[in-house]
């Protein structure tokens, strides 16, 4: 049984090995505890599991303990139902006495289909070239003149020997020389709906209608739990930011944008071997098919004329909800006493004007050498390239339908054996518990200075400098950095050459060019440069460490087992473990009464005004006696 070849070469060891297995230190133990056994007479002289246990950990067996019986239901509490669109809705759920014990709990809101910006006539004039040109010099172009089509507002490009007050064309981010030598140019431009149709000035189109990012995160406006009217606890819309970032597990990222509401991509596939039909194609073996494949969107976030039914499963944020360690005993606090109050925002609010369409700007580009006179009977020239750019535009309709919100409450009761129950309840009045906490501070200068107002033992610190405009963008409001907005074109080849069999006098009736798909993404930068922390003098962090020192190294060597962190927000722990239930170390802000955070930065002014919000996780006690609870510390 012990001839195995690996085991051999296992047993073959030297001194750092025998250090690491103490295999003669585990063999003399045993045969201790046999001997120990034969001089007492027992019957049985072989060791127990325990006896290995004692010196050495086991990594192919583990041992396990039968478990208290326990059984958990959740019951529904309905919110009153309100009409309520434009304001914020504040509802009282009353926890019913139901179990030994409540704890886990979400909130469901359903927020109703049918919301759409009414139609209206927008800035939607056809733009000149007066939009694109610059420069003032005067230059003679050697090109034809194209005529004015429903598609086409005016050329660049004037009649040969016509002279043109500007030097230069800037369109999607190229700028072009028209003075140029070897090239000639021809813009145009059409009025195009989100749909897709081809507009005239005078049209009637609606505004799009969007959620915001994260919906499930950005409804809940603030939630506390309160006791005989007494607040024990409470998180805002920004603690989901902080723990979705700094403790969301990444094999639990799809679920929970599901349950926020938040779109995710889909896979999308070509046809296997997506070739153009010829017959000077030859037959293609098996293994050299093909199919390509995309991501695409289509959720709530993505505009539409209408809004569809959006269901979010907002978690609650409190410790019982979120520790099965922390349950809180239900019986020890009467039915009634006990409220979680949550302020809604406004159905209003969570939903976002989209585009009502695009100005589409393109310009193409000829090859001047393959120019002749416009009374040539047949003429050929080629696009050699081609320019596009998609600006935004709205109609500014009125809302329409606005969506109604039905919310409510699951918590979640335990019921557990009568014996255990009664225990509880004649021995145990003290519980630890976890508190989220929030302070947020405007600012418009450089470098920022606060005072942390937290007067609990805390176990971290979360921080973000989010610009003002961030918090009133619907894809912005959860991004504590400076967000540009960047696009680019998804590039079609275009080498297009085409022989005209009358004369030529408009090049767009003879040349075109393939449309590729705009893109936009988002290009983000830190708001803070550096940060630090100091107390009564001392200081906790690096002096003005960088804030990649907190957003990326902290926030994974101390975050939650498993997260990804945020590439905008920083941590400063002082747990060793974070998101467990066990504490591990502290620093005690009830002892440091002056405690400041400081941020440095670049982005942040007068006119560039920003929000820190910063959260902290801090250690209280409950206690709960005579139908009440209060906590063991107060700020």
């Known amino acids: 049984m012990s001839a195995g070849a690996p085991f051999i070469l296992a047993t073959n060891r030297g001194a750092i090995d025998e250090m690491m297995v103490a295999t003669g230190i585990l063999k003399k133990s045993l045969e201790m505890e046999m001997a120990r056994r034969t001089a007492r007479g027992d019957e049985n002289t072989i060791p127990d599991i325990y006896n290995i246990e004692e010196t050495h950990r086991l990594l192919f067996y583990a041992g396990f303990k039968p478990y208290v019986l326990c059984a958990l239901e959740f019951a529904v509490i309905s919110a009153p139902s309100t009409a309520t669109?434009?304001?914020?809705?504040?509802?009282?759920?009353?926890?019913?006495?139901?179990?030994?014990?409540?704890?886990?709990?979400?909130?469901?809101?359903?927020?109703?289909?049918?919301?759409?910006?009414?139609?209206?006539?927008?800035?939607?004039?056809?733009k000149s070239v007066s939009d694109y040109s610059t420069g003032t010099t005067t230059v003679t172009v050697d090109s034809?003149?194209?005529?004015?089509?429903?598609?086409?507002?005016?050329a660049v490009i004037a009649a040969e020997g016509a002279?043109?007050?500007?030097?230069?064309?800037?369109?999607?981010?190229?700028?072009?020389?028209?003075?140029?030598?070897?090239?000639?140019?021809?813009?145009?431009?059409?009025?195009?709906?989100?749909?897709?149709?081809?507009?005239?000035?005078?049209?009637?189109?609606?505004?799009?209608?969007?959620?915001?990012?994260?919906?499930?995160?950005?409804?809940?406006?603030?939630?506390?739990?309160?006791?005989?009217?007494?607040p024990i606890a409470e998180f805002t819309f920004y603690d989901y930011m902080y723990c979705r970032e700094f403790e969301l597990p990444a094999h639990k990222k799809e679920a929970y944008y599901r349950a926020m509401g938040q779109e995710l991509p889909i896979e999308a596939k070509s046809a296997s071997n997506p070739v153009t039909g010829s017959t000077d194609?030859?037959?293609?073996?098996?293994?050299?098919?093909?199919?390509?494949?995309?991501?695409?969107?289509?959720?709530?976030?993505?505009?539409?004329?209408?809004?569809?039914?959006?269901?979010?499963?907002?978690?609650?944020?409190?410790?019982?909800?979120?520790?099965n360690e922390g349950m809180i005993l239900s019986a020890a606090i009467p039915s009634g006493q006990r409220m979680i109050d949550i302020t809604f925002r406004a159905p209003t609010s969570m939903v976002s004007r989209g585009p009502a369409g695009w100005h589409h700007t393109w310009v193409n580009v000829y090859d001047k050498t393959d120019l002749v006179e416009a009374t040539d009977v047949k003429h050929e020239c080629t696009i050699i390239d081609r320019i596009d750019e998609w600006t935004v535009f709205n109609t500014n309709g009125a809302i329409t339908g606005a969506p109604t919100l039905t919310a409510e409450l699951y918590i979640g009761h335990l019921f557990v054996l009568p014996l255990i129950h009664d225990i509880f309840v004649e021995r145990v009045g003290f519980f630890l518990v976890r508190l989220l906490q929030n302070q947020t501070y405007d600012t418009s200068a450089a470098t920022t200075e606060m005072r942390?107002?937290?007067?609990?033992?805390?176990?971290?610190?979360?921080?973000?400098?989010?610009?003002?405009?961030?918090?009133?963008?619907?894809?912005?409001?959860?991004?504590?950095?400076?967000?540009?907005?960047?696009?680019?074109?998804?590039?079609?080849?275009?080498?297009?050459?085409?022989?005209a069999t009358t004369a030529v006098t408009s090049l767009t009736n003879v040349f075109g060019a393939g449309r590729g798909e705009n893109f936009t993404y988002f290009e983000e930068a830190a708001t803070i440069d550096t940060a630090h922390l100091k107390s009564h003098g001392a200081y906790?962090?690096?002096?003005?460490?960088?804030?990649?020192?907190?957003?990326?190294?902290?926030?994974?060597?101390?975050?939650?087992?498993?997260?990804?962190?945020?590439?905008?927000?920083?941590?400063?722990?002082?747990?060793?473990?974070?998101?467990?239930?066990?504490?591990?170390?502290?620093?005690?802000?009830?002892?440091?009464?002056?405690?400041?955070?400081?941020?440095?930065?670049?982005?942040?002014?007068?006119?560039?005004?920003?929000?820190?919000?910063?959260?902290?996780?801090?250690?209280?006690?409950?206690?709960?006696?005579?139908?009440?609870?209060?906590?063991?510390?107060?700020?």
């Open 163 to 230: 002279s043109l007050a500007a030097t230069q064309l800037t369109v999607g981010g190229r700028v072009l020389d028209l003075s140029s030598t070897t090239r000639a140019y021809s813009l145009n431009t059409e009025i195009v709906s989100f749909d897709g149709r081809v507009l005239g000035t005078s049209a009637s189109v609606r505004d799009t209608i969007k959620y915001v990012d994260f919906p499930g995160e950005f409804g809940i406006k603030k939630a506390s739990f309160k006791v005989n009217g007494n």
């Open 540 to 635: 906790l962090t690096p002096v003005d460490a960088p804030m990649a020192y907190f957003s990326n190294y902290q926030s994974t060597r101390f975050g939650a087992k498993a997260c990804s962190g945020a590439v905008d927000k920083g941590q400063i722990s002082f747990a060793l473990e974070n998101g467990e239930w066990e504490f591990s170390s502290h620093f005690d802000m009830s002892r440091a009464r002056e405690t400041d955070l400081t941020l440095k930065s670049s982005v942040i002014s007068s006119t560039t005004t920003g929000r820190v919000v910063i959260q902290t996780t801090a250690i209280n006690f409950l206690m709960i006696a005579e139908g009440s609870a209060v906590l063991r510390f107060a700020s």
């Open 281 to 323: 194609n030859v037959a293609m073996s098996s293994g050299s098919m093909y199919r390509t494949v995309k991501q695409i969107v289509r959720g709530h976030q993505t505009p539409q004329y209408a809004t569809t039914q959006l269901d979010c499963w907002s978690e609650l944020l409190f410790w019982f909800s979120r520790y």
């Open 85 to 126: 669109t434009s304001s914020d809705i504040d509802v009282s759920f009353a926890v019913p006495q139901y179990g030994e014990f409540f704890g886990p709990g979400v909130v469901h809101m359903r927020y109703a289909s049918g919301a759409y910006y009414a139609a209206g006539t927008g800035p939607i004039a056809k």
């Open 452 to 499: 942390l107002t937290t007067r609990f033992p805390t176990e971290n610190i979360r921080f973000g400098l989010w610009p003002t405009a961030n918090l009133l963008d619907a894809e912005k409001w959860h991004k504590a950095s400076s967000v540009t907005e960047r696009s680019f074109q998804e590039r079609v080849a275009v080498s297009v050459s085409a022989l």
């Open 144 to 154: 034809f003149s194209e005529a004015s089509t429903a598609n086409v507002i005016t």
